[in-house]
């Protein structure tokens, strides 16, 4: 639900890979990363076929599952802004192949003509926001030393998808830069390498309704979770997700009547006071209201472009205390 592109990246080239392993073996060629054919011959659309369909199946099958899992950065930041950063780290992986095929010729003398074909460049890029903007929560230890994290089986499954080929690793270097450079917004990449609005809305209309999902129920099965720890953390976010709700609901209701913005202060300040023993319910005196939150310019131009405006990004930003995951959440909760 609410990942549409993430859905066709996990369908399409899975079944074209299936479909040339098995039925059309001879036209694998045309979807061989070759980049002696594309420096020689300048046959620069493999660089378009090769660097989109795996012929490996494992690789296909590893790309798949690691798709499926960074589907959260589509929820969280919009089909958009995805699918611009998917489009800015193909482009910046192939440059850097090319760069590290040529360094590696120069200083170790290895002539590499071909490498790994499949959507890897930007699968490798998506670890860098995974790693930087995903919280890494404690589910076990083994052997009580060694942690198991939410975050443990997606490395694994980079590492599996690192070591299923030869060259395969410098597809990886080169998609962790391009991660690197879009997400650091080094050289305002993310403005120039972007996919345009027009652009998105031409898809919008045509692949979405194709490729969308209906929104899952909101009951949770009894025991859903691997253990008790898991079930009940499960239980407090549902119930923390219905309280909110019902606040929500509650303000608009007043808003109809009074006219005017989201009281959010009113809203949030379970959300700022959590964890202050001392909060008490009345309302603070004038002099005990801290100063406002100063808000990152940043932060509000990416809820911007998710669609809300800029009057609610910046009171959901104030809110949660610059907190981009809590503010983005209950936006797109609400």
């Excluded at 549409?4 to 369908?11: D, G, H, M």
């Excluded at 590492?159 to 305002?188: F, P």
């Excluded at 929104?215 to 549902?238: F, K, S, W, Y």
């Amino acid at each position: 639900d609410k990942a549409p592109l993430s859905k066709s990246l996990l369908l399409v080239p899975s079944a074209i890979s299936i479909l040339l392993t098995l039925l059309f073996q001879h036209y694998q060629k045309f979807f061989a990363y070759n980049l002696q054919a594309v420096k020689e011959d300048f046959q620069i659309w493999r660089l378009v076929c090769g660097r989109t369909i795996c012929l490996d199946l494992k690789d296909t099958f590893c790309s798949s599952l690691l798709i499926y899992n960074f589907r959260i950065f589509e929820r969280r930041y919009g089909s958009r802004k995805f699918s611009s950063f998917l489009l800015g780290a193909w482009m910046l992986s192939a440059l850097f192949d090319l760069l590290l095929v040529e360094i590696t010729q120069y200083m170790f003398g290895i002539t590499i003509n071909s490498l790994p074909s499949g959507f890897l460049g930007p699968v490798f890029a998506l670890f860098v926001p995974f790693y930087s903007s995903i919280p890494r929560v404690q589910v076990t230890q083994v052997l009580g030393h060694f942690s198991i994290t939410n975050k443990s089986l997606v490395y694994i499954l980079g590492l599996q998808l690192l070591t299923s080929g030869s060259y395969i690793w410098i597809l990886a270097l080169s998609g962790l830069l391009s991660g690197i450079c879009y997400n650091s917004s080094i050289l305002k990449v993310h403005q120039i390498l972007c996919v345009p609005r027009w652009v998105a809305k031409i898809f919008s209309w045509t692949l979405e309704p194709v490729f969308s999902s209906a929104e899952p129920t909101n009951e949770v099965r009894v025991g859903m979770g691997a253990t008790v720890d898991i079930q009940r953390q499960q239980r407090m976010e549902l119930l923390d997700r219905q309280i909110m709700m019902s606040q929500v609901a509650q303000m608009r209701r007043q808003r109809q009547q009074q006219g005017g913005m989201i009281n959010w202060n009113r809203l949030f300040p379970p959300l700022r006071h959590r964890h202050n023993a001392n909060y008490q319910d009345h309302h603070p005196s004038e002099q005990g209201i801290p100063p406002p939150t100063e808000v990152s310019e940043e932060q509000v131009a990416r809820l911007m472009e998710m669609g809300f405006s800029r009057g609610d990004a910046l009171e959901a930003l104030r809110a949660s205390n610059n907190d981009l995951n809590v503010a983005t959440n209950f936006l797109l909760q609400h």
